[in-house]
């Protein structure tokens, strides 16, 4: 049974920095793409930072390059979101996802499912002014 399940989101105040975990179990971490995908009520869901089974096969949303990161532990089976410089229209539920095997990192982010497809419950990011 695969199980996708993230954390690390806070309240925290335009500026700051937080970082998000997730950890994937279940599947073969080291063949699926992995996600960070973030909805605010009433919207659609956006693709924020992707990776690719080869990871160098990253993707940012434009808004959030030059101030977050996306990486993976292989070894561990986890990923990460350091998000830095944080602004109040980064406010959202953020979801960690698996996708593949042997999707792309950019393909992901943009279509939300390329593959076999796996997400987490999600976490709130919440940037105050």
């Known amino acids: 049974q695969v199980q996708v399940m993230e954390s690390g989101g806070d309240s925290v105040q335009a500026g700051g920095s937080l970082r998000l975990s997730c950890t994937a179990s279940?599947?073969?971490?080291?063949?699926?793409?992995m996600g960070w995908f973030r909805q605010v009520p009433g919207k659609q869901r956006e693709g924020v930072a992707c990776?690719?089974?080869?990871?160098?096969?990253?993707y940012y949303l434009e808004s959030v390059k030059d101030r977050f990161t996306i990486s993976r532990d292989k070894a561990n089976n986890m990923l990460y979101l350091q998000m830095n410089n944080l602004k109040p229209d980064d406010t959202a539920m953020y979801y960690c996802?698996?996708?593949?095997?042997?999707?792309?990192?950019?393909?992901?982010?943009?279509?939300?499912?390329?593959?076999?497809?796996?997400w987490g419950q999600g976490t709130q990011v919440t940037v105050s002014s």
């Open positions: 996802a698996a996708d593949g095997p042997y999707s792309g990192g950019a393909y992901f982010c943009h279509l939300g499912q390329t593959g076999n497809n796996y």
């Open positions: 279940g599947l073969n971490f080291e063949k699926y793409a």
């Open positions: 990776t690719g089974w080869n990871v160098e096969d990253i």
